[in-house]
């Protein structure tokens, strides 16, 4: 019996859409076994597909004709704290696990590089799969076939505080309201914040993550999808978040805070409450620097 612990992660960090990513100190586990058929269950609860669409099953599944064995069955046992659909990662966390526990049935035959690339060939980006099994934050190109990756530890005071609205954005649906071309002004617009993003967050220049966020790639078009996502950024701002972006495709909301600013999400749970945006709910994590990883005990 395998058992693993796969991050959370947050992806696009702003304007480094479909490139950069990072790891949070919130988990998923699962606990998987080879076995003749496909046993899915959920320790919490949660509904998960429990036949061949499971997204784990599907991705040990790829793994194993990668490397020319067929996959009979699989005992699965998910514990799905990550919520679905919000921007969070919880695809991806089902993909690092399903890839890396079949690997291990196999005896690990694959690197790390080649479980990055196929991470990223089923999920169609490495953004939040890279983080998810690296840890720490990634950056992170994907060529078609192999991601070109960066993995760095991040030893900061910074704290992250998910804003998680009670509502889901599907990543489909998410991802086609954006244009299909757009100016080569906003291409630099983009490019330029996405590079002071990570140059500032490992230097410690936090006084620039307020600019190195912004972005006129996606954001603008995934907030009117998500309503009153506009006062959630103001109420962080108000409370003096060093930054506030949409956590993947949406609909959560990152603040990234110093941990001095020690009443921050005791202050966001008051006043979004007080603005009637008590539907989203206020969770704090740190960044894992691990990733995916094997554990003796949940
Ligand atoms: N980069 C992806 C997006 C992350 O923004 O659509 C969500 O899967």
């Known amino acids: ?22 790891a949070l100190t919130y988990y998923n586990y699962v606990e998987m076994d080879e076995s003749d058929r ?3 269950s959920s320790s919490d609860g949660i509904p998960v597909p429990t036949d061949e669409r499971n997204l784990i099953y599907i991705s040990a599944k790829d ?3 990668v490397c020319g064995k067929k996959l009979g069955g699989l005992r699965l046992v998910q514990t799905n704290n990550i919520p679905m659909a919000r921007g969070l990662g919880s695809s991806s966390a089902c993909i690092a696990a399903g890839l890396v526990g079949a690997n291990m ?8 590089d080649d479980l ?11 953004d939040n799969t890279a ?25 900061t005071k910074l704290r992250f505080i998910a804003l998680i609205p009670d509502f889901e954005l599907k990543t489909e649906d998410a991802r086609s309201c954006l244009p299909k071309e757009v100016s080569h002004k906003d291409a630099v617009y983009n490019l330029s914040r996405a590079a002071l993003f990570s140059a500032s967050l490992l230097t410690g220049k936090f006084e620039n993550l307020r600019t190195a966020v912004h972005d006129k790639l996606h954001q603008p078009y995934r907030m009117e999808l998500i309503p009153r996502c506009r006062e959630v950024f103001d109420i962080a701002y108000t409370h003096g978040a060093y930054a506030a972006y949409i956590s993947g495709a949406g609909p959560t909301v990152m603040a990234i805070v110093d941990e001095e600013n020690t009443y921050f ?29 094997e554990i003796s005990d949940k």
Do not use: Y
């Open 1 to 22: 019996m395998i058992k693993l612990r796969i991050p959370a992660t947050s992806a696009n960090l702003g304007a480094g859409f479909d490139a950069l990513g990072l």
């Open 38 to 40: 496909i046993e899915i």
């Open 63 to 65: 793994l194993f004709e």
């Open 105 to 112: 049935l196999l005896g690990s035959p694959l690197t790390t």
């Open 116 to 126: 990055v690339d196929l991470a990223a060939q089923i999920e169609g980006h490495p």
């Open 131 to 155: 983080p998810a099994l690296l840890g720490g934050i990634v950056t992170a190109v994907f060529d078609g076939r192999r991601v070109h990756w960066v993995k760095q530890e991040v030893f």
């Open 265 to 293: 999400a005791g202050k966001m749970r008051f006043s979004l409450s007080n603005a009637g945006l008590g539907c989203w709910s206020v969770h704090e994590f740190g960044i894992d620097n691990e990733g995916i990883k």
